[in-house]
């Protein structure tokens, strides 16, 4: 199979995947993974798809073999989600650290690691990749006010103030924060 092959059956799986016909979306990623064992995204796709199922056991191991062809942000995020969802916080936390650092927008792992932060008393910890984000996308508000959220329970309240009204600089009418300033 060419590689012009591959790319159609990938195409062809995240589009199906994205309507959420996941039969069909798995045909395909198993048609790309067959053509071409050197790329990580059709098992990534596959991952994805058994996540959607609850099938997590079966997502792990296509993360680990994604993981095996190449180590990608998404791959360490994936595996820290099935982590965090079947309650291994400490583990999830490691890969989506190693997510972040392979690529600090992604933000299925920014996002988990604010849960865990939140659940696990982690939130020193969860904040600098936070910081890091926002150098880079400044205007994501609700990632800027997850930080604020962070250095309130670390009862840094000046810091919290000044991300909060970095927010309604950019957004005067941002009720939530407008409202988390006013508790402050």
């Keep these: ?26 045909d395909y990623y198993k048609k790309a993974a067959g053509s071409n064992g050197v790329h990580p995204d059709p098992y990534i796709g596959l991952a994805t798809i ?61 996002f988990g690691i604010i849960r865990i932060g939140h659940e696990c008393e982690k939130v020193a910890e969860a904040a600098p990749y936070l910081e890091r984000f926002l150098e880079i996308s400044p205007e994501k508000h609700e990632v800027r006010y997850s930080l604020a959220g962070l250095y309130i329970c670390m009862d840094e309240k000046e810091k919290a103030v000044e991300q909060l009204e970095m927010i309604l600089e950019m957004d005067p009418s941002n009720e939530s924060a407008k409202e988390l300033l006013d508790q402050i």
């Design 1 to 26: 199979m060419s590689h012009l092959d591959y790319e159609i059956n990938k195409e062809l799986g995240e589009c199906y995947l994205f309507m959420g016909e996941l039969d069909k979306a798995e």
């Design 50 to 110: 058994a996540v959607q199922r609850g099938e997590y056991d079966d997502a792990m191991s296509l993360y680990e073999k994604a993981h095996s062809v190449e180590v990608t942000d998404k791959s360490h995020a994936g595996m820290g989600l099935i982590q965090m969802e079947t309650s291994r916080q400490e583990e999830a936390f490691t890969n989506f650290s190693e997510a972040l650092s392979l690529n600090p927008g992604n933000m299925v792992a920014l």
